[in-house]
């Protein structure tokens, strides 16, 4: 299995960024897809998921402001992060899990496959 992450960038305050990651070696249909992004000297953290019925779940700090949305045809997951601003530089890594439950979608431990992350950089 191969997660590769792409889409990240250095931006201002204010701007938009959408990251791509493209899966391969699973059967991504029946996949739970999140991302998760760790900042400079900060443990890594539940940013959002979609699981295999399209059902959405954000964590607090960026629901409204990103959206996940996938691509069972393309096996790609996208992650739409508007009005970014200087906390949510990270470092942000698509996830693939297979056998997760609802109440373990949000957490790191559960998820089996990872991508190599992609740097977002947003300076003010």
């Known amino acids: 299995v191969q997660l590769q992450a792409s889409g990240g960038g250095q931006v201002q305050a204010g701007d938009s960024l959408r990251l791509s990651c493209a899966a391969s070696g699973l059967t991504f249909r029946s996949a739970t897809l999140a991302w998760f992004r760790q900042a400079p000297g900060k443990e890594r953290e539940f940013v959002a998921v979609i699981r295999y019925n399209g059902h959405t779940y954000y964590a607090d700090s960026i629901k409204g402001q990103f959206t996940i949305s996938r691509d069972n045809a393309k096996n790609t997951v996208w992650l739409q992060m508007n009005s970014l601003q200087p906390e949510d530089t990270a470092v942000y890594y698509c996830?693939?899990?297979?056998?997760?439950?609802?109440?373990?979608?949000?957490?790191?431990?559960?998820?089996?496959?990872w991508g190599q992350g992609t740097l977002v950089t947003v300076s003010s």
């Open positions: 996830a693939a899990g297979t056998r997760l439950i609802l109440s373990t979608v949000t957490s790191r431990d559960h998820y089996d496959y």
